[in-house]
């Protein structure tokens, strides 16, 4: 079985200042690790992958994310946080193995709160 | 439009009701995904459907649920004798499938089904 978590149900942050946003994931073999946001009243945008390769990955907005495999973790990050990143984030994994059910399992999500 | 659309935004029905959610994937992508949100929760997968292969069915909560792909592209996702539990955003994604590779989820805005 997978699972991802991410501890903390909000992080704030001051505009201007790094932001990072946790992650955790279990699986049997290796993962597709994603991340996700999820603006108001909107479906959920793409923000970055890792497959394979360099462990940080860089992604839209200004996002990256460092692929930890000892940790387990996929946290989120961004070097200066925007009034405009407030929102939900949600990260999710995929076992390489799984050639068949390609859904993915997601954590819990994050809500983000950049103050001015 | 090239993002996934999905039909209603919005319903409102009384318990023991049918509904039936309408998604429209991107074209050209050949798998497609239908998830529940409930509030406060992450993304539960419901089914997934890959080309004319029999659809991954193991997330559908109960026998009232049920989803259809005709002509591998609209899906409809039927929940019959709908129960307030039931009440939550049910998102839509669709994807490209390749070897070796996660390709990327593409959401559509979701259906808010209320069930009073």
């Known amino acids: 079985a997978q699972s991802v978590a991410q501890p903390e149900d909000q992080v704030n942050v001051a505009e201007g200042n790094p932001l990072t946003v946790k992650c955790t994931y279990s699986?049997?073999?290796?993962?597709?690790l994603f991340w996700y946001v999820q603006y108001p009243n909107r479906g959920l945008q793409f923000l970055l992958k890792y497959i394979t390769g360099d462990n940080l990955v860089k992604g839209s907005y200004g996002f990256e994310a460092e692929f930890n495999k000892s940790q387990t973790s996929f946290h989120l990050k961004k070097p200066s946080a925007l009034v405009s990143d407030s929102a939900l984030y949600f990260c999710?994994?995929?076992?390489?193995?799984?050639?068949?059910?390609?859904?993915?399992?997601f954590g819990s999500g994050t809500r983000l709160q950049v103050q001015p | 439009g090239a993002g996934v659309s999905q039909s209603p935004s919005n319903k409102v029905t009384e318990k023991g009701k049918d509904v039936e959610l309408r998604c429209d994937p991107i074209?050209?992508?050949?798998?497609l995904y239908w998830y529940r949100q409930s509030l406060g929760q992450g993304l539960e997968f419901l089914i997934y459907?890959?080309?004319?292969?029999?659809?991954?069915k193991s997330g559908l909560p109960s026998d009232r649920f049920s989803a259809e792909r005709t002509g591998g592209s609209v899906s409809t996702l039927t929940i019959q004798r709908t129960q307030q539990e039931d009440s939550a955003v049910y998102l839509c994604?669709?994807?490209?499938?390749?070897?070796?590779?996660?390709?990327?989820?593409?959401f559509g805005p979701g259906t808010r089904l209320t069930v009073t």
């Open positions: 999710a994994v995929r076992d390489k193995r799984d050639t068949g059910r390609r859904a993915l399992t």
């Open positions: 699986v049997s073999g290796n993962p597709y």
């Open positions: 994604a669709s994807s490209l499938v390749g070897t070796g590779i996660s390709y990327e989820q593409y």
């Open positions: 074209s050209g992508h050949t798998a």
């Open positions: 459907f890959q080309g004319n292969s029999a659809p991954d």
